[in-house]
Nanobody
Framework: QVQLVESGGDLVQPGGSLRLSCTSR????????VGWFRQAPGKGREAVSY????????YYADSVKGRFTISRDNAKNTVYLQMNNLKPEDTARYSC??????????????WGQGTQVTVSS
């Protein structure tokens, strides 16, 4: 069935780095834009970064610009989020989702279960 699976979350100290991965089961991710989102307890879901299917367009939230990099390897059916210089405020569950239309419209759907990122000293 259609499923997105995230991995790579961990406990890390401030200033550390992590690389998250998003892959699909039951369909090819190569025909879709993919977005990374995060949600901390008591807060709403926040868009972090998007990448289109041809690796021509990207989006970054202001809070992560200069620290996070989104990329994809279509041969591996995987989208990555490289997170550097992590801060405590980055602590959240990170999920990925697909869009058939972004950057035309951000109609992301088929959310994964997410992977927990905790930044603490």
């Amino acid at each position: 069935q259609v499923q997105l699976v995230e991995s790579g979350g961990d406990l890390v100290q401030p200033g550390g780095s992590l690389r998250l991965s998003c892959t699909s089961r039951g369909f090819s991710l190569n025909n879709y834009a993919v977005g990374w989102f995060r949600q901390a307890p008591g807060k709403g879901r926040e868009a972090v970064s998007y990448i289109d299917n041809r690796m021509r367009a990207t989006y970054y939230a202001d809070s992560v610009k200069g620290r996070f990099t989104i990329s994809r390897d279509n041969a591996k059916n995987t989208v990555y989020l490289q997170m550097n210089n992590l801060k405590p405020e980055d602590t959240a569950r990170y999920s990925c989702a697909r869009s058939p239309n972004w950057p035309l419209t951000p109609d992301f759907n088929s959310w994964g279960q997410g992977t927990q990122v905790t930044v603490s000293s």
